[in-house]
């Protein structure tokens, strides 16, 4: 009980959006928590193709390892389409026939001579997809074999889809679920570009995706998280500059 009602405060007061935006957006989250209560499961015949939106530079081995790997044990694969921008990575000599060795699915692959910011290339991979449905990861992520089920389940006209990821340490072991970032997000692409996609005046590490985060909800839609244990984020070092300050 003790712990319900905590559970309950820290949403009431101390979500993110409530401490950025303001107590007003409790009434956005108890919409989409009721329209939830009632909506109905998706089916096989009622699932929406997904494009997964990937920008990289020099992360060919992630892409390949990670990403790439668990695409192909995704239920309803044939569903997926992958859009990559890649940076003019040059960790690898062919990037694009070794992504194609291992997804054999739709792919639209784009090379960029811009300097990597998350912000322009994840909104470029955006951009060139086909689908409505798209989600926005990183190369050194596995996804759970239920993705396109869940995306298209949690993706409505009132709801994004922010999973917190499971961290993973040095020797591959669970760590901790991710809390602190919303860098993983499933949305319509309409919505993604009429809120304005990511900042592109964000050139540093970070704050892009937060910052996305509370335009849904000035746009009153709500971003649902939920704990995704078969999501998980390979490690690596931290590229979290030292003198970063955080939005909230």
Known sequence: MIRALKAFY??????PA??????YTVFIDLKAILFRLFSKPVTETSLKKITICVGVKNRSHALLTQLLSSLNQLAYKEMIELSVVDCKSDDHTDLIS?????????LIYQTSDMAFARSKV???AVKQASNNLIFICDADISLPPNLVVSINQHCQSYQAWAPE????????????FCSEG???LACFKHQFEAIGGFDERVLEWGKEDWLLFFEY????????????ALMQH???????PKDFKPLF
């Open 10 to 15: 820290r949403f009431l007061f101390k979500w």
């Open 18 to 23: 409530r401490k950025y935006l303001g107590f």
């Open 98 to 106: 070794a992504i194609k060795t291992i997804w054999k699915g739709a």
């Open 122 to 124: 994840f909104n470029q």
């Open 165 to 176: 990821v499971l961290l993973m340490t040095e020797q591959g072991l669970p760590d901790r």
């Open 182 to 184: 919303v860098g993983m």
């Open 217 to 228: 909800y000035k746009q009153g839609i709500a971003v649902y998280r939920t704990k995704e």
């Open 234 to 240: 390979a490690y690596h070092e931290s590229l979290k």
